[in-house]
């Protein structure tokens, strides 16, 4: 390479150190955990500086032929306004062939997405920390091995893309709760460690109140624990989760290319995320 030229190569496991280190110059919570289980479900691009150093990241997450997710993209505050964060995306497009696209974008990132053809869809919103104390809901029980075919039949059908490898990778790492009704599976939740302490979500209910009682199954059997709730703004769950401890530290605008129907825009059911990057 020439004296300050960036070079573009495939993310693999050697990256991940350096790219531990630039989501902390954004103050992202990712543990190299949290890395390693991102990069496992995805393809990715990596840029790296004439001393071999991360400056730029980005994966891309398949969903079957369904969707793709576009996510952990950064780039080196030192680089930036060169051009490096559309070579990245223009990577990024490629690995994901011809499958529609999700991202949840910063602002600074926005401009660069609405040029390429993604359109806003929704607003994600970001809890973290520690709960107030709170009743145990009822009707709420730990999912099994067994549970997991369902689970994965009703998260398809909730997020309209075959996200089978996620709840595997979901079930090796955490844990599910499910509510059943004439025993019948009829919403789950997920939790894992991630960041500062654990994640909740996906949270898939057919209504507001199987999926607070979820988040409660989880919240009470952690007292203290640094808990975070990725969710949508229109799902109605926001101030709910301000109300029992969570803070609301930020977020982003969730956008698809091609943009999605009106019918997919307002699928009822997904109340929380995997997180913001997965979805």
Known sequence: MQQGEIQLQAFGPDHIEGAVALSRQENWPHRPQDWQMALRLSSGVVALDDQGRVTGTILV???????AMI?????DKNVRGKGLGRRLMEQALALAEDRPLRLVATTDGMPLYEK????P????????????????????????????PTIKAM???????DREALIDALAERGEFAVIRHNHAIEAYA????????????????GNVEDAKALIRFFATSRPGAFLRVDTDSRTGIA??????GLAHVGGGVAMDRPPKSVAEQTRPKVYALANQALG
Request: glycine share 14%; charged share 20%; aromatic share 8%.
């Open 61 to 67: 997450t398949p969903y079957g032929a369904d969707c």
């Open 71 to 75: 996510n952990m993209v950064i780039v």
């Open 116 to 119: 390429l053809g993604f359109v």
């Open 121 to 148: 869809s929704g607003t994600v919103l970001q809890y973290q920390g520690k709960v107030a104390e709170l009743d145990a809901p009822e009707g709420v029980e730990a999912a099994s091995a067994d549970d997991l």
């Open 155 to 161: 998260d398809r059908e909730a997020y309209g893309a």
């Open 190 to 205: 997920a939790i894992r460690p991630f960041g500062r302490g654990e994640v909740i979500g996906p949270v898939i209910a």
């Open 239 to 244: 101030d709910w989760l301000g109300e029992i």
